[in-house]
């Protein structure tokens, strides 16, 4: 249960009894804040023996009241699969690829959208909107769906098709629009008071963030209580990374895992790397991206309103940012699915790609335990079937 809602930027506090989207006095994203002392003396890691699993085996963190029935298509506890091919080609002997994949809609998105839909229904949403590159669109129009409300999903034109029938399938209005998911954004806002919605970007709401950070828990989990050496994430509005960096904190305050952190790695395509140029300029705020350029569509995103929170994960943990180019990715998630198995999004190929660039840098050794982020399913994306877009190389 939620003590109070927290901005990231400037502090203030708000309550978290109604619906609320950004800080009211300086504009930028507010965190859910729970009372981890007390949840603490009433919680342990025997309690979850018998849970299932999934993104709500986590209630006690996680913006839902007692008694409470969570929304949810299956979502969470998803596999980290063991590198059968990459890893030991690249002399990295711990390398995992966290398979998010097999969630609903087939994407991590699952996660985040399963609790801010969860959320806005019980604080009395009537009509969901969202500016979406693809699967965080898919996803709010499934859990619409499962919640009884409806919503609009604003879209670039070059979305790959198949997002675009599969959220027209769960019944949303989608709306494409010329330019990027920035673009997509515009429209949204521009609609959203006139019309009623309310907007679940990323990061102008709370709760997406919480369904995240589960990723977070679940890797502490998997290890007995404590996390990796290195985390490799594929980067758009950077959520993900977030959110697992906001789990790390609420676990060491549980006492379930000590100070240590994971090194985080941030990795975008080179033809939208605001997030890269802040890190390498030593700024604490990203400059978007004028003209992006990436077929990584969850990678297309010219400028992250969480961008500090993100710069300062990396920095605080010791690790970096990395950019690939578009052939790099595509390569990697070719080899993802014909050396591991895994058919993989492009924005997971990012985080093969980026391996050998890690390795020659210091930031991965070869006996760290490495996992990689599958952040989508490859089925949804075309140019991963496009032969003149590359082969499959064989020695990483």
């Known amino acids: 249960m939620i003590r109070v809602l927290e901005c990231a930027a400037c502090g203030a506090e708000t309550g978290a009894e109604r619906l609320r989207n950004l800080c009211s006095a300086c504009g930028a994203p507010l965190l859910a804040r729970y009372d981890l002392a007390a949840i603490a003396d009433r919680w342990s890691p025997r309690d979850l023996t018998d849970r299932s699993r999934g993104v709500w085996r986590w209630r006690e963190v996680l913006p839902i009241e007692p008694g409470d029935t969570p929304l949810s298509l299956g979502e969470g506890g998803t596999p980290e699969v063991a590198s059968r091919s990459i890893g030991p080609a690249l002399g990295l002997s711990r390398l995992a690829f966290k398979d998010e994949s097999g969630n609903p809609t087939l994407s991590f998105k699952a996660r985040g959208?399963?609790?801010?839909?969860?959320?806005?229904?019980?604080?009395?949403?009537?009509?969901?909107?969202?500016?979406?590159?693809?699967?965080?669109?898919?996803?709010?129009?499934?859990?619409?769906?499962?919640?009884?409300?409806?919503?609009?999903?604003?879209?670039?034109?070059d979305t790959p098709a198949p997002i675009l029938a599969e959220c027209r399938l769960y019944g949303a209005r989608v709306e494409l629009v010329d330019g990027t998911i920035a673009d997509a954004g515009a429209w949204i806002r521009e609609r959203t008071a006139e019309e009623g919605w309310f907007d679940v970007s990323t990061l102008r709401e709370p709760y997406r963030l919480e369904g995240k950070k589960t990723m977070g828990y679940e890797l502490a989990e998997a290890r007995g209580w404590a996390l990796p050496d290195v985390i490799v994430y594929p980067t758009g509005g950077g959520t993900g990374l977030i959110g697992m960096w906001k789990a790390f904190e609420e676990l060491e305050e549980l006492g379930w895992i000590g100070p240590e952190r994971p090194r985080m790695v941030s990795v975008q395509a080179t033809g939208c790397a605001p997030i890269v140029a802040a890190f390498e300029a030593g700024a604490d705020r990203a400059t978007a991206v004028l003209d992006p350029r990436?077929?990584?569509?969850?990678?297309?995103?010219?400028?992250?309103?969480?961008?500090f929170l993100i710069l300062a994960a990396l920095r605080r943990s010791g690790g970096t940012a990395v950019a690939v180019e578009d052939a790099a990715l595509l390569d990697g998630a070719r080899r993802?699915?014909?050396?591991?198995?895994?058919?993989?999004?492009?924005?997971?190929?990012?985080?093969?790609?980026?391996?050998?660039?890690?390795?020659?840098?210091?930031?991965?050794?070869?006996?760290?335990?490495?996992?990689?982020?599958?952040?989508?399913?490859?089925?949804?994306?075309?140019?991963?079937?496009?032969?003149?877009?590359?082969?499959v190389s064989s020695t990483g």
Do not use: Q, W
């Not at 070869?366 to 590359?390: M, N, Q, R």
């Open 113 to 157: 959208l399963a609790v801010a839909v969860h959320r806005a229904r019980a604080l009395g949403v009537g009509h969901l909107a969202i500016p979406s590159a693809g699967n965080a669109g898919s996803a709010t129009a499934a859990y619409a769906v499962a919640a009884g409300l409806p919503c609009t999903v604003a879209m670039p034109a």
């Open 294 to 307: 990436t077929v990584a569509n969850g990678l297309k995103v010219p400028g992250a309103i969480g961008d």
């Open 336 to 391: 993802l699915a014909a050396e591991e198995g895994i058919l993989a999004s492009p924005e997971a190929g990012a985080t093969v790609a980026a391996l050998p660039a890690l390795i020659g840098s210091g930031i991965v050794d070869p006996g760290d335990d490495v996992v990689c982020f599958v952040t989508g399913h490859g089925i949804k994306y075309p140019v991963l079937c496009d032969s003149t877009a590359g082969g």
